[in-house]
């Protein structure tokens, strides 16, 4: 995220963008209100978290002035009872409490890369300029007929967007907006993972897409970890 002046263009439009993702990141809760409201039953169980967390933590000194973040990773009971990883990033602005900012299951099969540690057990900054270009793509993907960037990287041929694409009534979305902040590190390996979130409409929170996110070291192929609609 640009460090500009509070009142200029460019963090405006950042702090636009992370606020409406944290209201899509509620839009579930929202959804299940209404089904109370209005005496339906709600659309699934409440959320049990079954063992501990795995946190990832930047150093202190290397989160932004403006706002402190972590990722955890969190085993959930589905609704038919099934232990099910997620992955889960938190952003606290201005010294306010954190608030959940992007989740998603991570796809059967797929396991969370082992992050390069320093010696204190922090992660290891991401390449920014990777991030920018994986989440470019990602957009370029949903918003251009061609379904491919110029960012340099493609998504893989079996990544959720590209099944669930041809499945999509486009007339139904709006062009992405943009995406809400993006939280990653670099990986034992020396590759790259990173977490965001996509979201369409500025007005309407309708859809909005997380991702979780792999690029190999020297790769130019993001491999899918997991990814989910909230609709």
Same mark, same amino acid.
């Given at each position: 995220?640009?460090? *500009?002046?509070? &009142?200029? !263009?460019? /963090?405006?439009?950042?702090? $636009? +963008? @992370? =606020? ?83 989740? *998603?299951?991570? &796809?059967? !099969?797929? /396991?969370?890369?082992?992050? $390069? +540690? @320093? =010696? ?112």
């Amino acid at each position: 995220m640009a460090e *500009t002046h509070p &009142h200029s !263009g460019v /963090r405006y439009q950042n702090d $636009r +963008l @992370d =606020a409406l993702f944290v209201e899509a990141a509620l839009h579930e809760g929202v959804i299940e209100r209404n089904h109370e409201i209005f005496g339906s039953k709600p659309g699934h169980k409440p959320i049990k978290v079954t063992g501990t967390p795995t946190i990832y933590l930047p150093r202190p000194e290397r989160q932004r002035p403006i706002a402190e973040w972590f990722i955890a990773q969190a085993t959930y009971k589905d609704t038919e009872g099934h232990a099910r990883p997620h992955v889960i990033a938190f952003l606290s602005s201005a010294g306010q409490p954190f608030k959940l900012a992007v989740a *998603t299951p991570v &796809h059967w !099969g797929e /396991r969370m890369p082992k992050p $390069r +540690l @320093d =010696a204190d057990g922090h992660i290891t900054d991401m390449d920014t300029e990777v991030a920018r270009a994986v989440a470019r793509e990602y957009q370029n993907f949903w918003n251009n007929e061609k379904k491919e960037g110029a960012s340099g990287y493609r998504l893989a041929k079996d990544s959720y967007s590209r099944k669930a694409f041809p499945a999509v009534y486009k007339g139904a979305y709006v062009a992405f907006e943009g995406h809400g902040s993006i939280f990653g590190f670099r990986t034992a390996d020396g590759g790259s993972f990173f977490l965001f979130g996509m979201v369409n409409n500025p007005k309407h929170v309708n859809q909005v897409l997380s991702e979780a996110l792999l690029v190999p070291r020297g790769g130019r192929t993001i491999q899918e970890l997991g990814a989910d609609w909230l609709s």
